[in-house]
T-cell receptor, first 113, second 111 residues
């Protein structure tokens, strides 16, 4: 296993379009997190899965955002009707059942024009 | 209000100097991690500290967890340009497994 992978690395979209990002966590990890990060800031928590269950969602996650992890493996984050304020780096991380460390993917850089 | 406060927010020093950055909270954490992030990349885990008073060394980097597990510091000796990056601390509380993040210290080491 080569670690957490995210696809795509970069996405440019027009305002109003929908976008979907994918995250493949480390295979034995049951916890998966999505974060959003803007330049020079720390990651902001968006949502968290334990296996296929979405256990927590941030208030940052408006109704235009939805995340799934249907089989408890990979996850998708969809943003509908994108706005310029959605431009950010979207990071995915995973951690094991007993570990506390989170391992991050390289992120998806979204630019809404 | 940031649950984990990092200071300074920004630090620019010459190669060879020593520096310390801090991660402070009024809350107790069961563990705390330090990450380094380069532009356009995800954060990379440097170390995890779990015991109050614990000190861990990673080459020229020394990490310390406060006795009360509310704060941590990162000390870099003889800083090098390769140390440049955003240093983030993140903690886990006993109540859940969600990582609580600081806003980061942006470090620039000038040759």
């Amino acid at each position: 296993d080569t670690g957490v992978s995210q696809d795509p690395r970069h996405k440019i979209t027009k305002r109003g379009q929908n976008v979907t990002f994918r995250c493949d966590p480390i295979s034995e990890h049951n916890r998966l997190y999505w974060y959003r990060q803007t330049l020079g800031q720390g990651p902001e928590f968006l949502t968290y899965f334990q296996n296929e269950a979405q256990l927590e969602k941030s208030r940052l996650l408006s109704d235009r955002f939805s995340a799934e992890r249907p089989k408890g493996s990979f996850s998708t984050l969809e943003i509908q009707r994108t706005e310029q304020g959605d431009s950010a780096m979207y990071l995915c991380a995973s951690s094991s059942r007993v570990g506390t460390e989170a391992f991050f993917g390289q992120g998806t850089r979204l630019t809404v024009v | 209000t940031q649950l984990l406060e990092q200071s300074p927010q920004f630090l620019s020093i010459q190669e060879g100097e020593n520096l310390t950055v801090y991660c402070n909270s009024s809350s107790v954490f069961s563990s705390l991690q330090w990450y380094r992030q380069e532009p356009g990349e995800g954060p990379v885990l440097l170390v995890t500290v779990v015991t109050g008073g614990e000190v861990k060394k990673l080459k020229r980097l020394t990490f310390q967890f406060g006795d009360a597990r509310k704060d941590s510091s990162l000390h870099i000796t003889a800083a090098q340009p390769g140390d440049t990056g955003l240093y983030l601390c993140a903690g886990i509380m006993d109540s859940n497994y969600q990582l609580i993040w600081g806003a980061g210290t942006k470090l620039i080491i000038k040759p």
